[in-house]
């Protein structure tokens, strides 16, 4: 079968949507399958977008392939006779971010006309689609809220997880830190570790290791990171897969708290791959979906002051051992359950 699966992109940004995108393509390529990645630059600013997605909808790939397998908002303003849309996340300031203050459109008469045109095209190009897919519980939630959808889960599995061995730091290890890997940007809340520092009574240290998003949320973690000097530090770029790993080996636990996430992450996947507990919080929305209290990591509310005594409580002998031993079994189950094998076979059938 001729397949094309379409995402968009900003360029010199490689977050989990282009980690799965890849992901798919490969699965399809080692299953027989003629495959091609179309990637469509896409910038997110809020005013520019309805230019662009209008853009987007003059693309009519009908000749191209039999199936078009679709990814990142907006690639599914796509036109295809057999679109399938295996959903990553909206233009959550359009959604569910509305109203809040992370979101990036005002509420306003134009903020509003602009929110209400993001939601139209995007009820054009799903309501088209012969197949609509979900990555987490909590994204099909906002799909039937937002869109009326029902759309099944179809989790993302980690590719190549053998690269995350290594036991369980120890506290009594020299200068034990808990690392929060990844994109750096408001949402994602690194910086809400670092504020933690101030408040943590153990040795344990903080790494804080990713590109940020923009000028503004690199400005926000160095603020951050400063008023705690000595004690966290920052990594502000994208690393290489060997430094990648290595940090995950050396880690006491990981630390990943944002604001409602779409989906369970790579960042928790590897956390759990690596055998490291996993330190969240209770607004973490999809973060969530693999996290088990006193099981493989801890849940604690949003603040500094919480944050910082999970902390201390994983410095504890033995209890960051015994959450990432819990951790791996977790990963194991969930990799045997969300093969791509059965990916493959659901977005096909």
């Known amino acids: 079968m001729r397949i094309v699966v379409a995402t968009t992109v900003v360029p010199f940004v490689r977050g989990g949507d282009r980690v799965l995108t890849d992901g798919l393509v490969t699965a399809l390529a080692e299953r027989g399958h003629d495959v091609d990645l ?54 959550r300031g359009a959604h569910d971010l509305w109203g809040t203050p992370y979101a990036d459109i005002r509420d306003s008469r134009r903020g509003r006309r602009l929110r209400d045109a993001i939601r139209h095209a995007e009820h054009v190009g799903l309501a088209e689609a012969s197949m609509v897919r979900a990555n987490s519980k909590t994204l099909a939630d906002r799909l039937l809220r937002f869109n009326g959808i029902e759309a099944p889960v179809l989790r993302v ?34 910086w809400l570790f670092a504020e933690a520092m101030r408040h943590v009574k153990s040795r344990t240290r903080l790494v804080i290791a990713g590109q940020p998003d923009n000028e503004d949320a690199r400005r926000q973690i160095e603020a951050a990171v400063a008023a705690c000097p000595g004690r966290v530090e920052l990594i502000a770029r994208w690393l290489a897969p060997h430094e990648h790993v290595a940090l995950h080996a050396g880690a006491l ?88 094998d059965r990916i493959v076979g659901d977005l096909l059938a």
Not at 161 to 186: D, E, K, M, N
């Open 253 to 340: 636990a990981i630390g990943h708290a944002p604001f409602d996430e779409d989906a369970h992450t790579f960042v928790n996947l590897e956390a759990l791959a690596a055998g490291k507990p996993l330190i969240t919080v209770t607004d973490a929305g999809g973060a969530l979906e693999v996290v088990d209290h006193e099981l493989n990591g801890l849940v604690c509310p949003p603040t500094p002051r919480a944050v910082a005594a999970a902390m201390d409580r994983l410095a504890e002998p033995g209890l960051a051992e015994r959450f990432g031993e819990r951790g791996r079994a977790t990963f194991e189950e969930f990799q045997q359950t969300w093969t791509w």
């Open 157 to 190: 599995p980690l590719s190549d997880p053998s690269r995350f061995t290594g036991p369980a730091a120890s506290p009594q290890t020299s200068a034990p830190y808990v690392l929060c890997p990844g994109r750096i940007s408001g949402l994602k809340r690194q």
């Open 38 to 91: 179309l990637t469509l630059p896409f910038w997110g600013h809020p005013q520019s977008m309805p230019e662009q997605m209008a853009g987007l909808r003059t693309y009519d790939l009908a000749d191209t392939c039999d199936t078009l397998i679709c990814m990142r908002t907006p690639s599914y303003l796509l036109r295809h006779p057999d679109k399938r849309v295996w959903f990553i996340h909206h233009h």
